[in-house]
């Protein structure tokens, strides 16, 4: 339901999927992790929540500032009727050009429906905190040459979508971030999970995950920082450019 009260900044998330039952007493919501990550900017943002993934959508699109679509355990490949409808709200949010940050499954998402290719991966989990190479120094991304990043995910985007700018990369994440006339920013990386987080779902899901993997994943968790709050502000920057002019 939207909220008509006067605001300083309307943001909506699109909720692509519940977290892992297994979490849900500690981390609630992927929305919960963005209003973490943007705590400072929390009490001058209305933030609206919508879970896509039960089919619920907002209405009225111009009324928002700026979109993020989240992280999943859906494929974007898969025959929901709820992933149709997202693929029209991302198209509708492009042609009007309002800021639009997708996170792994909303990067993936985002890349599927303006004509990119998304697919299982053949060589199985990316999980951990991961180092990509950003493909030029000054970018959306901020003035980084490399950046650690906790990755966790199966599918990727092997084709970007016509006119997509390549961000960053690594040798297992090819297409690890893109963007499109300023207006579309992805990553498939997760700046919103912490390592207490990403290592509880690691073990949620270790069943399905190589030993080796799981073992390199834990020890990059346990051992490495990762980059989620030093992009932070250029996230921020992002999603409220439109709304600074």
Same mark, same amino acid.
């Given at each position: 339901m939207l909220n008509w009260r006067l605001v300083l900044f309307n943001l909506c998330i699109l909720q692509a999927g519940p977290i892992n039952k297994d979490l849900i007493q500690d981390y609630? *919501?992927?929305d919960k992790m963005f209003s973490l990550l943007f705590k400072d900017k929390v009490p001058l943002w209305n933030i609206n929540v919508y879970n896509i993934y039960e089919n619920i959508?907002?209405?009225? #699109?111009?009324?928002?500032?700026?979109?993020?679509? %989240?992280?999943?355990?859906?494929? &974007?490949y898969e025959d929901h009727y709820?992933?149709?409808?997202?693929?029209? &709200?991302? $198209? $509708?949010?492009?042609?009007?050009? =309002?800021?639009?940050?997708?996170?792994?499954f909303g990067h993936q998402a985002i890349a599927q429906a303006l004509g990119g290719h998304v697919i299982k991966y053949s060589k199985g989990?990316? =999980?951990g905190i991961k180092e990509? +190479? %950003? +493909?030029?120094?000054? *970018?959306?991304l901020g003035n980084f040459q490399k950046l650690n990043l906790i990755f966790f995910h199966q599918d990727q985007v092997v084709? #970007?979508? $016509?006119?997509?700018e390549l961000l960053a990369s690594n040798s297992f994440c090819t297409m690890a971030s893109? *963007?499109?006339?300023? *207006?579309?920013? %992805? #990553?498939?990386?997760h700046p919103e999970f912490n390592k207490d987080f990403s290592l509880k779902l690691l073990e949620a899901r270790k069943s399905n995950i $190589?030993?080796? +993997?799981?073992?390199?994943?834990v020890n990059e968790l346990e051992t490495l920082e990762h980059d989620g709050e030093l992009i932070k502000p250029n996230i921020i920057d992002f999603l409220e450019q439109k709304f600074k002019k």
């Open positions: 609630p *919501s992927y959508f907002p209405e009225h #699109l111009n009324y928002y500032n700026a979109f993020i679509i %989240t992280g999943s355990a859906y494929g &974007v709820w992933i149709k409808n997202l693929f029209e &709200v991302i $198209k $509708k949010i492009v042609h009007f050009k =309002i800021p639009l940050l997708g996170i792994c989990w990316g =999980i990509i +190479t %950003t +493909t030029k120094y000054k *970018s959306i084709k #970007l979508p $016509k006119n997509a893109f *963007s499109i006339d300023n *207006s579309v920013l %992805t #990553l498939q990386a $190589k030993h080796k +993997t799981y073992l390199e994943a």
